[in-house]
C-alpha cells in the first residue's frame, strides 16, 4: 500500500509554452522505456522475485518511477497547456488534440500509445533484472 503525498517531490514551474520540446518530452511518460513502462515493470516483477528484500526494492523502484511518471506528466502539461490553435497545428499536435485535447495521455514522441508489450515480466530474476537495465540504458 502506498501513502501519496499531494505534492511533486521536484516541483516544476514552467511559465512559457514550447510545444517542440513537450513532444520529445512525452515519451518519457508514455513511450517504450519511459516511466509508465518503468513502474510498471518493476511492480509486475517483484511477485516472482526469490528474495524478499529484492521484491521489496523493485517495490520501492516502481513507486519512485511512478513519481517520475507524476513530474513528467507535469512538464508536459506546462509546456502545452495554454496552446493556441495555431500552435497545435504548426507543431504537430492536431492530431493528438482531436483525441485527447491537451490532456496528458501516454505515448511515445513519434505518436504511438503506450501498450503492456513495451515491457516484459518473464518470472525469472535473472532475465527480469536485465530486461530492467536494458530498458533503463545501463551497460552491463
Not at 51 to 60: A, F, H, I, T
Request: charged share 20%.
Amino acid at each position: 500500500m502506498w501513502s501519496y503525498e499531494k505534492r511533486l517531490q521536484y516541483p516544476v514551474n514552467i511559465t512559457t509554452c514550447n510545444p517542440k520540446i513537450a513532444k520529445v518530452i512525452i515519451t518519457q511518460y508514455g513511450g517504450p522505456d519511459g516511466e509508465m513502462s518503468a513502474s510498471l515493470r518493476y511492480l509486475s516483477q517483484k511477485f516472482a522475485m526469490t528474495d524478499n528484500r529484492v521484491s521489496g526494492l523493485l517495490n520501492d523502484i516502481g513507486t519512485e518511477e511512478l513519481g517520475h511518471l507524476e513530474i513528467v506528466g507535469a512538464i508536459v502539461h506546462q509546456l502545452t497547456r495554454n496552446l493556441s490553435p495555431e500552435e497545435i497545428e504548426k507543431y504537430g499536435f492536431a492530431d493528438y488534440y482531436v483525441d485527447h485535447t491537451l490532456g496528458i495521455w501516454p505515448q511515445a514522441a513519434a505518436g504511438f500509445p503506450w501498450v503492456a508489450a513495451a515491457i516484459q515480466s518473464k518470472g525469472d530474476p535473472i532475465t527480469d533484472l536485465h530486461e530492467d537495465m536494458a530498458a533503463d540504458g545501463t551497460i552491463i
